[in-house]
């Protein structure tokens, strides 16, 4: 089992999730811009999300991608979901950001920290 995060707002209107990727079997983690991109596009059209608009994580070298979705996508009582995956150094990270509407702007912290993000071995 990869090593997960769960962050949860207090009032439970918004929640991050942070997972490692790593090899498992025979399947490696994406390790390229390119193989990044893939992942989630897939993981976009797996969750419901035809023709998902794939936008690059803010950072001052791209290092992943992300997409959006609205309601009908999440479980209550979240109405957004931002979902994507990044590479940190040698670490590649896949996360999920879910919110209600009143906690929209958590959206952007979702991807502005993990473009930050460093991995330190």
């Known amino acids: 089992m990869p090593a997960t995060l769960t962050l949860s707002a207090p009032d439970g209107q918004s929640q991050w999730v942070v997972t490692a990727v790593w090899r498992a079997a ?6 390229t811009l390119d193989e990044i991109r893939t992942r989630v596009l897939r993981t976009a059209e797996t969750v419901g999300v035809v023709r998902a ?8 070298a791209p290092t992943g991608y992300y997409f959006d979705a609205g309601p009908g996508i999440t479980p209550e009582p979240y109405s957004a979901l931002r979902q994507g995956m ?13 919110n209600t509407a009143s906690r929209a702007a958590d959206l952007d912290g979702a991807v502005e920290h993990p473009g930050r993000a460093r991995h330190l071995p």
């Open 86 to 98: 990044l590479k940190a150094g040698d670490l590649t990270v896949s996360f999920t950001a879910m």
């Open 53 to 60: 608009t794939l936008r690059p994580l803010p950072a001052t």
């Open 26 to 31: 025979e399947r490696k983690p994406p390790s």
